[in-house]
């Protein structure tokens, strides 16, 4: 049985839409699904407003936030605590915590810690009936996070990614990527319906970091240039992969095309 089905894509080119058709029809088919969209601070495979400290830094934090102890989670030698629900509370220890976010470790320990976390989620999901429909976790995150913020080789972004899909072998996963031909019209299209301070922020990670600096890139020129190369790089490692994953081009926006091709997948 399938229990994991995973949408990936550029900004703009209907994951979102798609993980939540996808969920509604596995549903009225008599399945328990799970949805998680990007920025679930609950998701079970990703690590959204995490942060991941030794027991020496959550020691030097708690002479200033006596809590911080209290909050913690140990799970193989480290303390994750999840901190986006502190803004309201705590906005100096959600400030705080943000320095120590799972996307601010070290890439060795990035490697580790969400190797880690696909492990864990694998069991969980193996151990129950659930079905899970995930956005974005399992190539845009890497890919961002390695390629945009650190600059890795591609070699070893693919080798990371493939240890990953090593591990949810077992839930027969199929990956659903969303690819547009005119990736400047898909990124234009969401850019209107999200605000500035959104668009602002992709520009400032993808250009303003290793990968960005590295080759000069400026404003949303080289936002398009990062995601171009970032879907060619996908591309080609999902068709390295063992695992299930269909190419959806979407450049007509032609969605009872697109559904049909997903039923054929989930008959």
């Known amino acids: 049985m399938r229990k994991l ?104 320990d990035f490697y580790e810690v969400t190797l880690d976390r696909w492990q864990e989620f694998t069991n969980q999901t193996l151990s129950n009936d659930d079905i899970y429909v995930l956005e974005c976790c399992f190539l845009q995150n890497p890919f961002t996070f390695l390629l945009a913020k650190h600059d890795v080789k591609q070699e070893i972004i693919f080798n990371h990614i493939e240890k990953i899909s090593q591990i949810i072998a077992e839930l027969d996963p199929v990956i659903l990527y969303f690819e547009q031909d005119d990736i400047e019209d898909s990124v234009n299209r969401v850019r209107k319906e999200r605000s500035k301070e959104w668009f602002d922020s992709v520009t400032c990670y993808y250009t303003e970091q290793a990968y960005g600096q590295a080759r000069d890139l400026k404003g949303e020129k080289g936002v398009f240039h990062f995601l171009k190369e970032r879907k060619q790089l996908e591309k080609e490692i999902l068709s390295q992969l063992s695992i299930k994953s269909i190419l959806l081009n979407n450049s007509e926006y032609d969605w009872e095309k697109r559904k049909e091709e997903i039923l054929s997948v989930i008959k």
């Open 5 to 108: 089905y995973i949408v990936e894509g550029i900004p703009g080119s209907g994951k979102t839409t798609t993980a939540q058709w996808l969920t509604e029809v596995l549903k009225s088919r008599g399945n328990n699904v799970k949805l998680f969209l990007e920025g679930n601070h609950e998701h079970p495979a990703d690590y959204e407003s995490v942060a991941c400290l030794t027991e020496l830094q959550v020691q030097d934090l708690e002479k200033q936030f006596p809590e911080i102890h209290s909050l913690a989670e140990k799970k193989n030698g480290r303390l994750f605590i999840p901190y986006g629900h502190l803004y309201e509370k705590n906005q100096d220890l959600h400030k705080a915590l943000q320095a120590y976010d799972v996307y601010e470790l070290p890439v060795e």
